[in-house]
């Protein structure tokens, strides 16, 4: 069988929106789990869902420094598809600039850029591949080898109501699909905020990725 041994299914979560109480309540809990939970945050959040208390860098590094990721999702939540290109390139580059000022040790060339609204466009995706690790767009989150070596990774996400159901869901499709890897996206926990999952939801989804040998967690 050399040469061909089935490989595990990378499954990859990332939550966004850096929505401060559930992103303390999801590090604590990956830190369970002695996993590192990966973020995708907004340098500027200014009047985006003012309702939302989220974090900043003082946060971010603080979480990087307990073992967390914590990967760009833009410089406002703007949906930069619905813009002007130079002016969501401007977005960008400004994104990665405060990054860089702002996030201990970051290199934006290790980093996966989240796009808010999964709203890349293939030439915004074109200006950030030189810059950036990976690029993360919409789609079904089946990710196939071709995929993860174009850095241009989709991923599902589900709301407003909580997505744990569909979650596990896609899970057990992963048990038939077999793809190599398998992204979604999160934000938030017990009716934090948009799609927030319930925490015992969560813990369930860990429990089979850290328990089921179909899986293997993806340090995205
Ligand atoms: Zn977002």
């Known amino acids: 069988m050399a040469g061909f041994s089935r490989m595990k299914t990378k499954i990859g979560i990332i939550f966004d929106d850096g929505i401060k109480k559930s992103t303390l309540t999801t590090a604590k809990l990956f830190e369970e789990y002695k996993l590192p939970a990966y973020f995708g945050v907004i340098a500027e959040p200014g009047n985006w869902s003012p309702n939302l208390v989220k974090g900043d860098f003082d946060l971010w590094n603080e979480l990087q420094s307990r073992g967390h990721v914590v990967y760009p999702h833009g410089y406002t939540h703007t949906k930069l598809s619905e813009i002007p290109h130079e002016q969501a390139v401007d977005e960008l580059r400004r994104c990665l600039d405060a990054f860089t000022e702002m996030l201990d040790g970051f290199n934006a060339k290790e980093a996966l850029y989240a796009f808010a609204y999964n709203c890349g466009t293939p030439s915004l995706c074109e200006w950030l591949l030189p810059r950036v690790r990976a ?7 089946f990710l196939n080898e071709a995929d993860l070596k174009s850095r241009i990774w989709h991923n599902v ?12 869901d896609h899970l057990q499709q992963c048990r038939v699909k077999k793809p190599p890897a398998f992204f979604y996206s999160l934000h938030g926990i017990d009716g934090e905020a948009w799609g927030a999952i319930a925490l015992d939801k969560l813990k369930r989804v860990l429990d089979l990725i850290t328990s089921d040998d179909t899986f293997e967690y993806w340090h995205i």
């Not at 996400?157 to 596990?168: K, N, S």
């Open 135 to 141: 690029v993360r767009i919409g789609g079904t989150g």
């Open 157 to 168: 996400t589900h709301g407003p109501d909580d997505p744990g159901d569909h979650l596990l």
